[in-house]
């Protein structure tokens, strides 16, 4: 099983839509999670971190659900300018500050 | 702003050369990565560093050394250069602590020939 799994997509959705991204993980200790996102040859840039009681910023919302070990990500009003991979990352507390990234969802938005 | 500067966006090398690829960062993080990214295979981490002169073997280490001889700046080297490590390279840095991410470099494309 893999550390981080996420839907590759991808998921194609009309402008002002509202979407929602799942990611799992295996290893219940894993203590800190995040969104990334990268655009096509580009690097990943942090989108936000994932709290345990959920978070939001603007139009992006993430969610924590440790007794499933589970985060999600809804972007809502969906933008042309969304269009990206979003990757799922975990710190699975195994020391160094490693962390597990996800192959990532893409999501295209389209007019 | 965190800035995580690579040496060169494009590098093409042939077949058996020593390749190298330079980071720093301008932040004072105490880690350092580097991974390769795939298509279909995501990110792979190669080498890490959490402090001067201190390295640890990622998961695909082979064909591949590292050095940090300052705090800002990370060395990813290709001893003899094969085409299979024609890839996507990206450094990036974090701080240490709880609920810190890494900051990327904008990432080498790198074509062994």
């Known amino acids: 099983r893999k550390e981080v799994e996420q839907d590759p997509g991808p998921f194609n959705v009309p402008e002002g839509a509202t979407v929602a991204f799942n990611c799992t993980y295996s290893?219940?200790?894993?203590?800190?999670f995040f969104w990334y996102r990268q655009d096509c040859r580009k690097e990943p840039k942090l989108l936000m971190s994932v709290y345990s009681s959920g978070n939001e910023d603007g139009r992006f919302t993430a969610q924590l659900n440790r007794a499933s070990q589970y985060i999600s990500l809804l972007i809502r009003d969906s933008k042309l300018s969304d269009s990206a991979t979003y990757l799922c990352v975990v710190n699975p507390n195994t020391g160094f500050q490693k962390l597990v990234f996800g192959t990532g969802t893409r999501l295209l938005v389209s007019p | 702003d965190v800035k995580v500067t690579q040496s060169s966006r494009y590098l093409v090398k042939r077949t058996g050369e020593k390749v190298f690829l330079e980071c720093v960062q301008d932040m004072d993080h105490e880690n350092m990565f580097w991974y390769r990214q795939d298509p279909g295979l995501g990110l792979r981490l190669i080498y890490f560093s959490y402090d001067v002169k201190m390295k640890e073997k990622g998961d695909i280490p082979e064909g591949y050394s590292v050095s940090r001889e300052k705090k800002e700046r990370f060395s990813l080297i290709l001893e003899s250069a094969s085409t299979n490590q024609t890839s996507m390279y990206l450094c990036a840095s974090s701080q240490t602590g709880l609920n810190q991410p890494q900051h990327f470099g904008d990432g080498t494309r790198l074509s062994i020939l």
């Open positions: 290893n219940s200790a894993s203590q800190s």
